[in-house]
């Protein structure tokens, strides 16, 4: 499976982005496909995560309400809305892939894209 993610860039705090990672690949539509971030000088967190479907999500505490995870069958591509960008949402965002069940944790993930970078500034 290949990801390939962009969107990325610098924005004023409040304001908004879209990341969106393309999958592609043998059976990359049947992947859980999430987001995680890595602030500078701290691990990488997870974000977000759909399942196959579209139909399940998983948001992390610090972006419900903020974000919203969705995913484009047709294309095989999930995007990440991302709303009232705040400084601590500086970050390289990676987008990831798994099969089987929609999970938070960075180490199922078996499948990793470049990371795109997002600039908050306050």
């Known amino acids: 499976v290949q990801l390939q993610a962009s969107g990325g860039g610098l924005v004023q705090a409040g304001g908004s982005l879209r990341l969106s990672c393309a999958a592609s690949g043998r059976s990359s539509s049947l992947y859980v496909l999430g987001w995680f971030r890595q602030a500078p000088g701290q691990g990488r967190e997870f974000v977000a995560a759909i399942d196959s479907s579209g139909d399940s999500s998983l948001l992390a505490d610090p972006v419900k309400g903020r974000f919203t995870i969705s995913r484009d069958g047709a294309v095989n591509t999930v995007s990440l809305q991302m709303n009232d960008l705040k400084a601590e949402d500086t970050a390289v965002y990676y987008c990831?892939?798994?099969?089987?069940?929609?999970?938070?944790?960075?180490?199922?993930?078996?499948?990793w894209g470049q990371g795109t970078e997002v600039t908050v500034s306050s």
């Open positions: 990831a892939a798994r099969l089987g069940r929609t999970l938070t944790f960075q180490r199922y993930y078996n499948y």
